[in-house]
T-cell receptor
């Protein structure tokens, strides 16, 4: 049972435009959500997080939106840059500090 | 920021031998460490959770006798793949948390069993 899903395996965006990566979850007990960026053969790099008491968190070009009723979160990258090309994973957890459950990842390609 | 050092980054071993992967938190004490495994083009799958000074908790389907985890100190956790087989070839990643919501990942270890 996949508790965290990223339904788009890949996304291609033109440089300067907005990239929107989506993530759905099924476990209503999740109260902490994170986005990671990952390059091949490297560990994930933390991007941004959001707790369930918020519906938006912004950090520079990255904004995460959380819709608890829909059990859906999204990562917006504006403007997209070629260096943003990587695989993006969303992750969810219960009680910060416990295990994370990862989505399947979305490969983002930003074209110059 | 918090740094987790994972070694080795790449290892090739013969079938039947054992391989140890180390994960160290360099500038903080990690009360809990997690070990993940990633197959090509797939997500990170949690293998086990280890708390300093206690036995690791393994996820369903992960053989605890094959994947030995030791978390003897607040800064070091090790994963030993025993009697490795080609199907154990994968990318292994550790993650550490201070327990206050921060997660830091190691750089990963590419294991190839020949």
């Amino acid at each position: 049972d996949q508790q965290v899903k990223q339904n788009s395996p890949s996304l291609s965006v033109q440089e300067g435009r907005i990239s929107i990566l989506n993530c759905d979850y099924t476990n209503s007990m999740f109260d902490y959500f994170l986005w990671y960026k990952k390059y091949p053969a490297e560990g994930p790099t933390f991007l941004i997080s959001i707790s369930s008491i918020k519906d938006k968190n912004e950090d520079g070009r990255f904004t995460v939106f959380l819709n608890k009723s829909a059990k859906h979160l999204s990562l917006h990258i504006v403007p997209s840059q070629p260096g943003d090309s990587a695989v993006y994973f969303c992750a969810a957890g219960r009680n910060a500090g416990n295990m994370l459950t990862f989505g399947g990842g979305t490969r983002l390609m930003v074209k110059p | 920021g918090a740094v987790v050092s994972q070694h080795p980054s790449r290892v090739i071993c013969k079938s039947g031998t054992s391989v140890k992967i180390e994960c160290r938190s360099l500038d903080f004490q990690a009360t809990t460490m997690f070990w993940y495994r990633q197959f090509p083009k797939q997500s990170l799958m949690l293998m086990a959770t280890s708390n300093e000074g206690s036995k690791a908790t393994y996820e369903q389907g992960v053989e605890k006798d094959k994947f030995l985890i030791n978390h003897a100190s607040l800064t070091l956790s090790t994963l030993t793949v025993t009697s490795a087989h080609p199907e154990d070839s994968s990318f292994y990643i550790c993650s550490a948390t201070t327990g206050f919501g921060g997660y830091t990942f190691g750089s990963g270890t590419r294991l190839t069993v020949v």
